[in-house]
């Protein structure tokens, strides 16, 4: 196993050096995708899919104390074996192997890594279980991000710096989404999802009408992606501020199971198989300023970079649809929310270098330079201010400020 550059696929799709429009289609997603409240309590009969009769489970300390308990009863009622593996809260090379000596050393070889938590847990048994070569079971605890159908792990250094991504051929055998847990966190986890989800549609569109863009595969996306992108688009404008206001109450309704799915399901298939472009490229970008990084969720800064790619495809418009909304939810919608000064040319010009680096930029259909893109960043900038001059921060405040 290799270690790729960020953001280049396993397999090469694409003509060598000359992508064209006949270039394959690629779709993937998870074989089995399961949303329900209190359905962790089921997980052991669900392992019969996999199948898996001996499961590690790997999930930190404090998800230890919260669900072991549960998780160990449903499987020994189901008649699956299992293990505990503490994860150590950082997605590196090093943990990674540090998991897999211990599966490995085993008397009964394990047949599955469960992950239960957030991305990172996840995003690490993924990673071990294609090292075992045995199948990945994913249990988010959040819907934060739309990381858990993937088939790539997000890598960082020991002490929490980006490193790159790793692509594995296969996607998660099962992901289970118990819709209780995830309305009993705090709720700028759900709306920071929809930060994620919201530009998923917008960067799947730029892709499927750019003959040039590639998805995340490295392949043209199918009209499939897009349609689930552009259905998780209208699901969150539907449903989002009343999901919001639910979970703020730790309440699980109809409009809390449709943004799970979309932040979790949608938003997951959309951006794997529809592509990246504009937003992601600002969103990961944002990260090399280190307070950003450490203070914000992946979703928020995602709503920044969506902001800014459409005001560089000039659609001012659905740009202001897209800002109330998330002013509404409470999400970021100017550089001040995100902590970022218009001021500070030394931080903004890191970012726009950073993001210039990003090949998943290049699916934008025109050529996107450091001048254009910053510019873009003020003009959705202005934009935000007025959209929260019209609107308020209360819900902003309400989740940044308790
Ligand atoms: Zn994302």
Redesign the pocket.
């Known amino acids: 196993m290799s270690s790729s550059t960020p953001y280049l696929p396993p397999v090469v799709f694409s003509t060598p050096n000359a992508p064209n429009s006949n270039d394959p289609r690629v779709l993937i997603a998870p074989s089995r995708y399961i949303q329900g409240d209190g359905i962790l309590d089921h997980l052991g009969r669900y392992l019969s899919i996999v199948p898996s009769k001996c499961a590690a489970i790997l999930f930190s300390e404090g998800g230890q104390r919260r669900f072991g308990e549960r998780v160990s009863k449903s499987l020994n009622n189901a008649q699956v074996d299992s293990m505990w593996v503490t994860f150590q809260g950082e997605c590196s090379y090093e943990e990674v192997y540090r998991v897999e000596e211990i599966l490995r050393a085993e008397a009964t070889p394990v047949d599955s890594v469960i992950a239960l938590g957030g991305g990172k847990c996840i995003d690490t048994a993924r990673f071990v279980a294609h090292r075992l070569d045995i199948k990945a079971v994913i249990c988010p605890s959040l819907a934060s991000?739309?990381?858990p159908c993937a088939a790539l792990s997000v890598m960082y250094k020991p002490d929490g710096v980006f490193k790159g991504v790793e692509f594995f051929p296969n996607s998660p055998a099962l992901v289970v989404i118990d819709s209780r847990i995830v309305a009993e966190a705090p709720a700028r986890y759900l709306v920071s999802g929809m930060g994620?989800a919201m530009?998923t549609w917008y960067e799947a569109r730029t892709c499927l009408h750019n003959p040039k863009a590639r998805n995340v595969l490295g392949a043209r996306p199918t009209l499939a992606a897009s349609a689930i992108g552009e259905l998780c688009a209208n699901t969150l404008f539907e449903y989002g501020l009343s999901a919001s206001e639910a979970v703020k109450r730790s309440e699980v309704d109809d409009a809390v199971e449709r943004i799970v799915e979309a932040n979790t399901l949608l938003s997951g298939i959309g951006?794997e198989s529809g592509g990246l472009a504009g937003a992601?490229s600002v969103?990961q970008s944002l990260t090399v300023v280190p307070r950003v990084h450490h203070s914000y969720l992946?979703?928020e800064m995602?709503a920044i970079g969506l902001l800014t790619q459409l005001n560089l495809e000039g659609r001012e418009d659905e740009g202001k649809k897209v800002a109330e909304f998330f002013a509404k939810i409470g999400l970021p919608v100017h550089l001040e929310q995100v902590s970022l000064s218009p001021t500070n040319d030394t931080e903004l010009d890191d970012v726009m270098e950073a993001a210039m680096t990003l090949p998943i930029l290049r699916n934008e259909p025109f050529e996107v330079t450091k001048k254009s893109l910053l510019s873009a960043v003020f003009q959705a900038h202005e934009m935000g201010l007025e959209i929260e001059r019209s609107f308020g921060k209360t819900a902003y405040d309400s989740l940044h400020h308790s």
Request: charged letters at 20%; proline letters at 0%; aromatic letters at 10%.
């Open positions: 991000n739309d990381a994620d530009a951006f992601h969103a992946h979703g995602v």
